[in-house]
T-cell receptor, first 116, second 113 residues
Framework: EAQVTQNPRYLITVTGKKLTVTCSQN?????MSWYRQDPGLGLRQIYY???????DKGDVPEGYKVSRKEKRNFPLILESPSPNQTSLYFC???????????????FGPGTRLTVT | AQSVAQPEDQVNVAEGNPLTVKCTYS??????LFWYVQYPNRGLQFLLK??????LVKGSYGFEAEFNKSQTSFHLKKPSALVSDSALYFC???????????FGQGTTLQVKP
């Protein structure tokens, strides 16, 4: 089954404790992206990757890191989480459509992160 | 700077009536536009996209969207709403010179029986 998986689905942590949210896709997609969803703000793109070893900042990259060492995986790293990073996080993947633009994106189920 | 606006936080329609969810955009270069839907406690699902060609785009579940270049709009429409269409809808825009994608704030659609 074609899918995007994220782990963990729920995470409660404390300020400053480094964490990684994993994302994996089995569709051989070039494009992968991380978003955060906050009430009233919609979805905001954190980082995206157009292929292996190619990553770029979205609209809200501060406080996050990513890496793309393999095509299928795109982990999101919070080196020193803070309470304002409490949010619902989605990973997505797609074929590249035109140039660097993503096509139809497949989204993971989401990771609800709480930082106290 | 690129931006997407969904001017209505919530749209209420009666089942069987037509629905419209509005979206306007601002991007540099040629726009590429998408609609996604989020059902309660679920991830997002793709509905439709506009890349080029016909201004009227047909998508999943009977939805369609009309691209209007002069008004920089991409409104989502459906001729006859169903209660099961009740969900959160997101418009998104990108341009071919960047891989960045901008989403709107989302519009909650409530379809009442």
């Amino acid at each position: 089954e074609a899918q995007v998986t994220q782990n963990p689905r729920y995470l409660i942590t404390v300020t400053g404790k480094k964490l990684t949210v994993t994302c994996s896709q089995n569709m051989n997609h070039e494009y992968m992206s991380w978003y955060r969803q906050d009430p009233g703000l919609g979805l905001r793109q954190i980082y995206y990757s157009m292929n292996v070893e190619v990553t770029d900042k979205g609209d809200v990259p501060e406080g996050y890191k990513v890496s793309r060492k393999e095509k299928r995986n795109f982990p999101l790293i919070l080196e020193s989480p803070s309470p304002n990073q409490t949010s619902l996080y989605f990973c997505a993947s797609s074929q590249s459509l035109v140039g660097t633009l993503p096509g139809e994106q497949y989204f993971g189920p989401g990771t609800r992160l709480t930082v106290t | 700077a690129q931006s997407v606006a969904q001017p209505e936080d919530q749209v209420n329609v009666a089942e069987g009536n037509p629905l419209t969810v509005k979206c306007t955009y601002s991007v540099s270069g040629n726009p590429y536009l998408f609609w996604y839907v989020q059902y309660p406690n679920r991830g997002l699902q793709f509905l439709l996209k506009y890349i080029t060609g016909d201004n009227l785009v047909k998508g999943s579940y009977g939805f369609e969207a009309e691209f209007n270049k002069s008004q920089t709009s991409f409104h989502l429409k459906k001729p006859s709403a169903l209660v099961s269409d009740s969900a959160l809808y997101f418009c998104a825009a990108g341009s071919s010179n960047t891989g960045k994608l901008i989403f709107g704030q989302g519009t909650t659609l409530q379809v009442k029986p």
